[in-house]
Structure formats: C-alpha cells, structure tokens
C-alpha cells in the first residue's frame, strides 16, 4: 500500500520560504510516478500547485511559477516543495499526490490515486 506523509509546514511571514516535503513508501522505487502538489484554503476548492514525473518534467500553477520547486529524490522516495517569497494567499493546507501512471492532465485532482494527509501552511501579512 501506497503511503505519502507530508511534513515541513508551519507559520511564515509574507516573503519567507518554507520547504515541504513529502516522504512516498510502499514501492521500491517511485522514479516512475507521477508526483504533485496541490492545496486547498478554507471554503475553496483544492488545488493544483505543482507536479513533476521522471524528475525532468515539471509543472506548475501560473499563480506559483517562478516562487515555487518541485523536486524528487529518488534515492529517498522524497518529493519537495520549495516555496519561496510566500504571500498570505499562500495560505493553505498542502497535499502531496502520487500515481504510477502519468495522464498527462497533471493539474487534475482525478489523475492521481494516492493522497497524503496534508500540512498546514499559515503566510502572516
């Protein structure tokens, strides 16, 4: 069984950086998934943020480009989250997302079959 534990959130300032990570298990490698991140804030919709397959490809919502890195070390089944000159609107409980087959439609909630349990993250003005 597919098991995803995210870790690294907490409170910031607006402009800090807070890097997430997501630890994968129950695979021998997860080189060959389809990893994301989304986040969901209060009274919203979840949302797509940022997702990576085969470590060379990565995407990511226009409202986090140029702020936010998705990476995956395949030598620890980590995926991570560098997020950086953060903003209030920031603020959000983040998911880490894995499927072993990557659909292509990356940004959908649908494409990807294992869930983590979310961490907190709080961006202060």
């Known amino acids: 069984q597919v098991q995803l534990v995210e870790s690294g959130g907490g409170l910031v300032q607006a402009g800090g950086s807070l890097r997430l990570s997501c630890a994968a298990s129950?695979?021998?490698?997860?080189?060959?998934?389809?990893m994301g991140w989304f986040r969901q804030a209060p009274g919203k919709e979840r949302e797509f943020v940022a997702a990576?397959?085969?470590?060379?490809?990565?995407y990511y919502a226009d409202s986090v480009k140029g702020r936010f890195t998705i990476s995956l070390d395949n030598a620890k089944n980590t995926v991570y989250l560098q997020m950086n000159s953060l903003k209030p609107e920031d603020t959000a409980v983040y998911y880490c997302a894995a499927d072993p087959v990557w659909r292509g439609n990356y940004a959908s909630r649908s494409s990807y079959r294992y869930w983590g349990q979310g961490t907190q993250v709080t961006v202060s003005s």
């Open positions: 990576t397959w085969s470590t060379s490809s990565t």
């Open positions: 129950g695979r021998r490698t997860f080189s060959s998934y389809a």
